[in-house]
């Protein structure tokens, strides 16, 4: 990463600055957890004994409540440890990828993780070959265990579904080789693949390549857009054949293990951890189709606003309001934050203050940083956010959605025991969009101008077309490929290709031209690695909407009720929690509330454009 000519807090600069350049009020607090290498060492060498003293309880751990309490009790001390040790060494890797002393920790940690699952991946199977009620009785006996008992109770969940200990063993064993193949798209595209050049918006020849992609298509000027976009999803076309390879190779990998492992598809088995039925899935799916006219007004809108007798799909990110020359100081954008949060009531203000003023935030690119933004840290530390703030909307718009994740963090850390501490993957999105919608109609309320307040609605309309619609597409071409994969059929390059070049005519429109290329733009996602994650993003919006509309509205008691579901953790499974704040994902109610805000906005962005 490279940000030049960059003003970081009042301060000019015509470099990055190396790490221990950074002022020590703009770092992250990564002394609270070790205060050297030496206290790391000896918490690193107590997990790996722990380990090789779990693995030898392997014969003994079952035979009776006592015996079962104290192997759950070291399990739990061990993995608490690594959480920390495993934050400790992530966040000081990233802060300086390239510190040879923390990529060390870094790769250390992450060999443990690997040895901790080896070494006790004998646990679920044998606990699913003893008699069921057996488990339960030890449960009823041993009063330490009350925190425990959803986690049992959810692994016995798990017993048609649980090979032998052996076979589980094996399987394990083969993790890193069974998830090579989303290694390889990744070097390919990171690294092997080059995209040639174009010219700017100044006529001079640049290379085009994965990093500056992004920012091309936002060009005012539609050549570059074009040549952006089509020169660089031709590339991918011409390694069609070996992407595709790739892709099918993930897919093949879960559909052969969901049939070993006795479910009925590659999808029910995906979305089993979360205890969702596909139906909700499916309902996703149903209502966004349903309300596609929004979307194509949306890009009728946006064809006006371009003043283009064709929309082509590389015009969808083009900009079409007037630029606001404004720029937001770190402690522009706290206070920003603060006081849209501020609806959430004094517990919440009270904790996100903290995170201010105790070193949870670590905030400006430095020489070597990690790029982008992130929420992250273990039960025993803080909930570390890091940033690359660089005084613009966006990073303000960061700040909020990530101080979400934290926030979310330290409710569940703070109101739960360490084994029911850690929310659901399925609800850990609804934080930080609620954060990021709350900065935004706090925004658009006190604008400064017209042009601001136009700013402010096309970047929540841009977030409803990139999160509900556009996720939604991907997790309809996963559903596609694999029900292909489950049926025995083979992935083609055309037949992937083909189908997500159908998905984008209908998501689309008949008023947009669907460039042929885009159809290779299939096999360029990384998140379809990680097979029915990108729903998640559409239904974590679709909540996070319901949450603002009745925290805006003043809904009696719903604020109170959103609290309580930040402080649940992982005591139950995620629809249940939900249950708090009166949300029941199994009709498509909040779906629709939420394609009505989209349609509120673009009625109110349409309005003042047509100005």
């Known amino acids: 990463m490279l940000y030049l000519g960059l003003l ?27 205060k050297s290498l030496e206290e790391y060492n000896k918490d690193y060498d107590l997990a790996k004994s722990n380990i090789n003293k779990l693995k030898e309880m392997q014969n003994t751990f079952l035979n009776n409540s006592t015996a079962f309490k104290d192997f759950l009790l070291l399990d739990s001390n061990t993995s608490r440890l690594m959480g920390k040790l495993s ?9 300086d990828t390239g510190n040879s002393t923390y990529q060390e ?55 048609e579904h649980t090979l032998t200990k052996e076979e589980e063993h094996i399987i394990s064993a083969y993790s890193k080789v ?26 001079k020849e640049i290379e085009l390549t994965s990093s500056n992609y992004s920012t091309l298509l936002y060009s005012k000027n539609r050549r570059v857009r074009k040549d952006a976009f089509i020169n660089y999803h031709k590339v991918y076309g011409n390694f069609k054949n070996t992407l595709t390879s790739t892709l099918a190779a993930t897919c093949e990998a879960l559909s052969v293990s969901c049939k070993l492992k006795n ?6 088995a995906s979305l089993f951890d979360d205890y969702i039925p596909v139906s909700l899935y499916n309902n996703l799916i149903k209502v966004v189709h349903d309300n596609l006219p929004t979307l194509y007004k949306y890009f009728d809108v946006k064809k006006k606003m371009l003043g283009l007798d064709e929309f082509h799909l590389y015009d969808g990110y083009a900009q079409v309001v007037n630029d606001i020359d404004k720029k937001y100081s770190f402690d522009m954008g706290e206070k920003l934050v603060s006081d849209a949060l501020s609806v959430l009531g004094d517990e919440y203000s009270r904790e996100l203050d903290k995170a201010f003023k105790e070193g949870y935030i ?44 934290s926030m979310h963090t330290y409710f569940s850390n703070h109101y739960n025991s360490y084994e029911n501490s850690s929310y659901p993957i399925f609800l850990a999105e609804i934080a930080s969009t609620v954060n990021e919608l709350l900065l935004s109609y706090y925004m658009e309320e006190n604008a400064d101008s017209e042009d601001e307040k136009v700013a ?10 990139a999160t509900i619609f556009r996720q939604t597409m991907f997790a309809e071409f996963e559903k596609y490929i694999h029900e292909l994969t489950d049926k025995g059929e083979i992935l083609t390059s055309d037949n992937i290709c083909n189908y997500y070049y159908e998905l984008n005519k209908l998501y689309f429109g008949p008023n947009v031209v669907v460039d042929d290329e885009v159809r ?34 003043n809904t009696p008691k719903f604020k109170e009720k959103y609290i309580e579901f930040l402080k649940s953790g992982g005591r139950d499974y995620p629809l249940e929690v939900l249950k708090i704040i009166d949300i029941d994902l199994t009709d498509t109610k909040v779906f629709d509330e939420t394609m009505e805000m989209f349609k509120e906005t673009l009625e109110k962005f349409a309005s003042l454009t047509n100005k």
Do not use: C
């Open 456 to 465: 402010i609605l096309n970047e929540r309309l841009d977030l409803f077309k």
């Open 87 to 95: 934050t400790y060494s992530a966040r000081k890797y990233d802060e």
């Open 8 to 34: 970081l807090a009042g301060n000019n600069m015509d470099k990055l600055l190396k790490r221990e350049e950074v002022k020590e009020v703009d770092k992250w607090d990564l002394e609270s957890i070790y």
């Open 178 to 203: 069974l998830d090579s193949s989303s290694d390889t798209a990744d070097y390919l595209m990171d690294t092997d693949m080059k995209f040639g050049n174009i010219k700017d918006e100044n006529d």
């Open 362 to 405: 670590d905030k400006y690119p430095n020489l070597n940083k990690r790029s982008g933004a992130y929420s992250s840290g273990s039960y025993d530390t803080k909930p570390f956010v890091l940033l690359n703030y660089t005084n613009e909307y966006n990073d303000v718009s960061t700040l909020a959605h990530e101080l979400g994740h």
């Open 520 to 553: 290779y733009e299939a096999l360029r996602i990384p998140h379809f690695y990680t097979p029915f994650y990108v729903y998640k993003y559409a239904t974590g919006l679709s909540i996070a909407s319901y949450i603002v509309k009745n925290i805006l509205n």
């Open 105 to 159: 920790l870094y790769g250390k940690i992450n060999n443990l993780y690997q040895y901790y699952n080896e070494a006790t991946s004998f646990v679920v199977p044998m606990i699913l070959e003893k008699d069921k009620e057996t488990i339960i009785s030890y449960l009823d006996k041993e009063k330490e265990l009350k925190d425990y008992r959803h986690t049992i109770l959810d692994i016995l969940r798990y017993k």
């Open 263 to 268: 479910y009925n598809s590659s999808i029910e």
